[in-house]
């Protein structure tokens, strides 16, 4: 019955979505009101779907409905409540259609904001938009369908994959990633609409933007939440393995801020327009294929599930989504005309294209190291893949470009700066770069790449201090879009050195112990002092008990654990982490016999771990305050652009 | 204004060119093989030096602990034996008759040198029946955690 429901809502969407598309594209060739006015009726009509058919899934989960095909496949009467709730995305089927309801979501949020502007652009936009939803409601009525209904329904199921269940950064994962990666649909819209109109005027800059940077918010702190779920469940004790499924969430990320730098730059100068709208294509066309690489089963990792047949239709759709905005682009890039061009290399603007170059560079980087197996793999049926030195090697000295520019490019002035502004502004910070460089070698730093990182981000962060008070206190009323990127800059710089000083400086041994013995590590003693099994309703787990202590002080105990579910053959290892501001203590048993109680253990000491999650949760609410609207905007604004446009004049 | 455009056009293409050679010699320089015993076995002299991925069942009755933390254990794919010499404590599933993946190089002792163990944590894995082969690549495919 619910599963019948489920399914009628679903084809129900199919139909509105794709109507309200042609009646957009329709409306937009036009040019008619009363055509766009019907097609956000349907746009809204579409997100009310979205809305009631997740509603309707959730009631069958929560109810355990297992004549629901999703239900019957990851329910189960034995899990906590949080677990049923979160199930929605624990498996294919349901994910899809999250990523529905979150796309219809953004979609009637984006057509309601626009509901009084750019009346010429908006019906290329919701008709694009709508083009996509069409495309996900399809998969979610055929190739992904979880209201199928099931004959004879089990009496209980297995619930959703423990990994999943292990631990509750898996609540916030997986949403956040779906606000970044579905989001970016709506400046793929925007910047479509600009090329099928023909124009890019100013002031549709400002919806392409912002459109832009939220979705960006949420795939940064996804991102991080990802890596943080890795640290604390998967215990080998690191956050990124350029694991592919990693990298697809990097790409669009990487696009996404290249296109957020161009779009200043073509705010400012009028130029770059044609780039900046290739790059939001790009990062929507690499968050299809990011979807694809996840949730095909082409490579297998916790997020493929299980293999499916909705690969190749998502390939498809990549396919047309590709030859329609490379075609758009060829066709209509020229009617984007440039207003202004870049004086010199060596200004601010300059910089911004450096910039965008390192991130393109990083982007193809990252591209070809995942795509490259696949490749092999399809051509000639070899399986591989590509180690993580390549990675290293590549995106390190990349990075470290990249943190440079953070304090170069601000640095610089716009236009065409004099001789002996460039010294100025480019050899005072060094001296906060050295002191930070030197505290480094001093604390035991000698990696090279970890001193230059060092270097660099002192003399980032001097300038990006300095950028961001100037003015004062009316910053915050006048300037809040930059005090939004410095802040953004900030965390950015935090990150990088973070990355480069946990990566490069953690201490690790295995040890044995039976139950009293000590082992050390670094400045601190870990004592085993037993272990114990603990039976939950959907688990069993085997629970060591360690004390730590450092210089004989007593300074908490660490429990790290084997979890066992009854689905699954082979226990989880569930690692303990002990963080402090500078350092991280790691502990994930590898072996666990509580009848002789002795244990092996890995141990790990990570400075700074725990500086990369702030700095990227800081990023994110610099992006916040960059997007929030502020008043007296537009005046702000204009006063802001006057000198620039008269020095283009003259 | 004509020349300083070509200028750019063949400087891009010269940076292009020369990170796709620095990525392709990259690549290929740190490639990982998904291999079974059998597929090592017909490489022969191949074999030698490069990363693998090697996947099969721990062969029953081959692990023998050494001193310390040594660890030596056959893999097979019930077609083709290749020895395996690992350091580290072996996780904790670790057991004779589990699917297993190892990553290193095959030495020339005859034996395959390995710095990563990691044992088949899918739910879907089952121990094969006695007589049946052994699928390694699907076996390596499904071995979460890599």
């Keep these: 019955m619910i599963a019948t429901l489920g399914r009628f809502i679903i084809l129900t969407s199919v139909f509105v979505s794709a109507a309200g598309a042609m009646i957009a594209f329709a409306a937009g060739k036009r040019q008619s009101l009363d055509g766009l006015k019907l097609a956000r009726r349907f746009a809204y009509a579409f997100a009310a779907l979205m809305v009631l058919a997740v509603g309707v899934m959730e009631y069958a989960l929560l109810t355990h409905d297992f004549s629901v095909s999703y239900v019957a496949q990851v329910g189960s009467r034995e899990v906590p409540t949080w677990v049923t709730i979160v199930s929605l995305w624990s498996s294919l089927e349901g994910s899809i259609l999250f990523w529905g309801l979150v796309m219809g979501l953004y979609i009637a949020g ?67 990633l779906y606000l970044g990666y579905v989001g970016m649909t709506i400046p793929f819209g925007f910047a479509c609409a600009a090329l099928l109109r023909g124009r890019l005027g100013h002031s549709f800059l400002k919806p392409l933007r912002a459109s832009l940077m939220l979705p960006w918010i949420f795939l940064t702190i996804a991102i991080m939440l990802g890596g943080w779920w890795a640290y604390e469940v998967l215990g080998w004790g690191g956050y990124w393995a350029w694991d592919p499924v990693e990298n697809a969430s ?47 089963g082409v490579f297998n990792s916790v997020h493929s599930f299980t293999q499916s047949s909705i690969g190749p239709t998502i390939l498809v759709f990549l396919a047309a989504a590709l030859l329609f905005s490379v075609v758009l682009l060829a066709l ?62 590549m995106v390190v ?23 002996d502004q460039l010294v100025r502004s480019l050899l005072l910070p060094f001296a906060s770069g050295a002191i930070l460089g030197a505290i480094g070698f001093l604390a035991g730093a000698r990696n090279p790449w970890t001193l230059v990182t060092l270097l660099f981000g002192g003399y980032a962060a001097w300038v990006t201090i300095v950028e961001m008070s100037r003015g004062g206190a009316k910053v915050l009323k006048r300037g809040r ?103 991280d203590l790691y502990l994930s048993i590898t072996n666990i016999d509580p009848g002789s109680q002795s244990v092996s253990v890995m141990m790990l000491i990570t400075p700074m771990v725990s500086w990369i999650w702030i700095a990227v949760i800081v990023m994110g609410l610099g992006g916040v305050v960059a997007l929030v609207p502020q008043r007296r905007v537009l005046a702000a604004e204009a006063e802001d652009r006057v000198p620039d446009v008269a020095a283009e004049v003259a | 204004m004509k020349r ?83 350091n580290g404590v072996p996780p904790q ?30 739910n879907e894995y089952r121990a094969p029946k006695p007589g049946e082969a052994i699928n390694a690549k699907q076996l390596i495919k499904t071995t979460k955690g890599l």
Aim: proline share 7%; charged share 15%.
């Design chain 1, 110 to 176: 984006a057509t309601w904001l626009t509901r009084n502007a750019y009346p010429d652009y908006m019906p290329f936009a919701i008709g694009t938009w709508l083009s996509c939803a069409a495309f996900f409601s399809f998969l979610i009525s055929g190739p992904a369908n979880p209201f199928i209904t099931v004959p004879q329904p089990p009496l209980d199921g297995n619930g959703p994959n423990p990994l999943l269940q292990n631990h509750i950064l898996m609540v916030a994962h997986p949403p956040f």
């Design chain 1, 481 to 583: 879009r930059r005090v939004g990127a410095y802040i953004v800059h900030a965390g950015a710089v935090i990150v990088l050195v973070a990355i480069a000083v946990s990566s490069t400086m953690k201490t690790q041994t295995e040890v044995q112990l039976t139950r009293g013995q000590s082992a050390n590590i670094g400045m601190y003693t870990v004592t085993f002092l037993g272990a114990e099994d603990r039976t939950e309703p959907n688990r069993t787990s085997m629970i060591a008990r360690f004390a730590v202590t450092s210089n004989g002080k007593p300074v908490t105990t660490m429990e790290p654990r084997m979890n066992q579910y009854p689905q699954m053959r082979e226990p989880i290892g569930t690692p303990d982490v002990y963080s402090t501001v500078a350092r």
């Design chain 1, 332 to 393: 209509r890039v020229d009617s984007l005309e440039s207003e202004g061009r870049i004086e010199s290399p060596v200004s601010r603007e300059g910089m911004f294209l450096v910039n965008n170059l390192i991130f393109v560079l990083l982007t193809f980087t990252v591209l070809i190291g995942t795509v490259f197996p696949l490749v092999v793999e399809a051509l000639r049926g070899k399986q591989m893949s590509v180690g993580r030195p390549y990675f290293d090697s």
């Design chain 1, 397 to 419: 000295p990349t990075g470290t470009a990249l943190l440079f520019l953070i304090g170069v490019g601000p640095a610089l002035p716009w236009g065409r700066p004099k001789r």
């Design chain 2, 4 to 86: 300083s455009r070509l200028f750019l056009i063949l400087s891009l293409a010269v940076a292009a060119i020369a990170f796709g050679v620095i990525a392709t010699t990259g690549i290929s320089r740190n490639l990982v093989y998904y291999w079974s015993p059998t597929d090592i076995t017909h490489a022969g002299d191949k074999a030698y030096g490069a990363t693998i991925r090697l996947g099969g069942q721990v062969a029953p009755g081959s692990i023998r602990m050494g001193n310390g933390s040594l660890l030596d254990f056959d893999v097979t794919d019930h077609q083709h034996l290749i020895h395996v010499r690992s």
């Design chain 2, 93 to 122: 599933m670790f057991r004779e008759g589990i699917g297993v993946v190892v990553e290193g190089t095959m030495v020339r002792g005859g034996y395959f040198q390995s710095d990563r163990l990691m044992v088949s944590h899918n």
């Design chain 1, 250 to 296: 990097l790409l669009p990320w990487l696009t996404a801020t290249a296109a957020l730098h161009s779009a200043v730059v073509m705010e400012r100068r009028g130029v770059l327009k044609g780039w900046t709208v290739t790059l939001v294509q790009a990062s929507f066309l690499l968050t299809i294929l990011g979807t694809f690489m996840t949730r095909s």
